[in-house]
């Protein structure tokens, strides 16, 4: 296993704020694939999924995976569909620690409301859809996690410190000390 700390999980589980925590605390670079994705083709992701369809931005992801998977003493928040390729779902798995933020419907609902850029959310029965969505993915995201944590337990600094505090963090962590 690298030395990455991978972040999974719904849209609006704080992936992303959680993230940038964590890499601040450790020091490590962090990525958000989404961002790159949007900074490396200029457009963003809704534009993405309108020019080229959910599959060209899954190709996207995957090549972006790839490269990352490689690099050392990084922290990444992947997109919330990651996990649905079982490329990706082995490249997670071989290739650092998977920390799965687990999140209700009714969370997500509340914290994606009025957020315009998420394609999985465009149109109508937004309730319905994330209903769908996490029946469909968290069985994927438990096969695929090494540890989980519940989101909406306090602010996103106290969970980043709950995720340091996990023994198979340490772990790694003391390994990027002493290793």
């Known amino acids: 296993m690298g030395k990455i700390i991978y972040l999974v999980g719904m ?10 925590i964590l890499a601040e ?6 990525v958000d694939m989404d961002r790159q994705i ?4 200029g457009l963003s992701i809704p534009r993405i999924f309108e020019l080229l369809g ?3 931005f899954r190709r996207m992801e995957t090549d972006l995976l790839r490269r990352l998977s490689v690099r ?11 996990i649905l390729s079982e490329e990706n779902r082995r490249i997670l ?17 509340a914290r994606t409301r ?3 850029g998420r394609p999985k959310l465009a149109g109508d029965n937004k309730e319905e859809r994330v209903r769908s969505l996490l029946e469909a993915r968290h069985p994927l995201y438990c096969a695929t996690s090494d540890i989980s ?20 963090v340490g772990r790694l962590l003391s390994e990027d000390i002493h290793g």
């Open 11 to 20: 849209m609006g589980a704080g992936k992303s704020t959680v993230g940038r």
């Open 25 to 30: 605390k450790t020091g490590w670079p962090w």
């Open 54 to 56: 959910e599959a060209g």
């Open 38 to 41: 949007e900074q490396e083709r």
């Open 114 to 116: 009025g957020c315009t």
């Open 72 to 82: 050392d003493r990084l922290v990444v928040s992947t997109g919330g569909g990651v």
């Open 149 to 168: 944590f519940r989101s909406a337990e306090g602010s996103p600094a106290a969970l980043a410190a709950r995720i340091l505090a996990h023994p198979r």
């Open 93 to 109: 798995s071989e290739t650092g620690l998977v920390v799965y933020l687990r999140v209700s419907a009714e969370t997500v609902l």
